[in-house]
């Protein structure tokens, strides 16, 4: 079975410009989140959006925007790229059926994204 | 959204259980608390959740007292492989998971 899949792995931007992150669920999962890690820190909660609704949003600024795709994929854009933009971007997708026990996110690999 | 605390690195040997404590004092009546384990350059993995008092699957056991402002992530007889960062989180209704910034184990030989 097909995991998490996010593309690129990698990317090299310069500041100013701006970048377009993807990323595939698992096949039945409805919910698709995104996290920015930052190198030696935890990931921090970007978004997460449900049936193409976005459902929670963290404290980012609005050069941050994503969508999610009828087929449930996901796009993260990120604006007007600064240095400090540099972090491993990371896909989660999960059942989100309401449960708790449909709550575990299963991680992609990640987008290595750097500001230069 | 409840925070939480976890000691910023641990070390033990092979074949030793590991006990990681995270504190969450705001922890709301409806949070939960899940652990996830990191390896370098690669996505976190889920390890186990729970609500309250112990709960125990084929890789950990995590211990929630009935306060439920701590919890800890016990792993039997780590090996090499289980070095790796272990992140604490509690999270509410809107699933916005609040990450901590992990317990680097290592294990030693």
């Known amino acids: 079975d097909a995991g998490v899949t996010q593309s690129p792995t990698h990317l090299i931007k310069t500041r100013g410009q701006q970048v377009t992150l993807r990323c595939s669920p698992i096949?039945?999962?409805?919910?698709v989140s995104w996290y920015q890690q930052v190198l030696g820190q935890g990931p921090q909660f970007i978004f997460q959006?449900?049936?193409?609704?976005?459902?929670g949003r963290g404290n980012f600024p609005d050069r941050f925007s994503a969508r999610q795709f009828p087929n449930y994929s996901s796009e993260l854009n990120v604006n007007a790229l600064l240095l400090g933009d540099s972090a491993l971007y990371l896909c989660?997708?999960?059942?989100?059926?309401?449960?708790?026990?449909?709550?575990?996110?299963?991680f992609g690999p990640g987008t290595r994204l750097t500001v230069l | 959204l409840a925070k939480t605390t976890q000691p910023i690195s641990m070390d033990s040997y092979e074949g030793q259980e590991v006990n990681i404590t995270c504190s969450h004092n705001?922890?709301?009546?409806?949070?939960?608390i899940t652990w996830y384990q990191q390896f370098p350059s690669q996505g976190p993995r889920f390890i186990i959740q729970?609500?309250?008092?112990?709960v125990t699957n084929e890789v950990a056991s995590l211990f929630i007292p009935a306060d439920r402002k701590s919890s800890t992530l016990s792993l039997p007889r780590v090996s090499l492989s289980d070095t790796a960062v272990y992140y604490c989180?509690?999270?509410?209704?809107?699933?916005?998971?609040?990450w901590g910034a992990g317990t680097k184990l290592i294990i030693k030989p």
């Open positions: 989180l509690v999270g509410d209704r809107n699933y916005q998971l609040i």
């Open positions: 705001n922890i709301a009546t409806n949070d939960y």
């Open positions: 729970g609500y309250k008092t112990k």
């Open positions: 096949s039945g999962h409805k919910s």
């Open positions: 959006y449900y049936e193409k609704e976005e459902r």
């Open positions: 989660a997708s999960s059942l989100d059926l309401g449960s708790v026990e449909d709550n575990e996110q299963f």
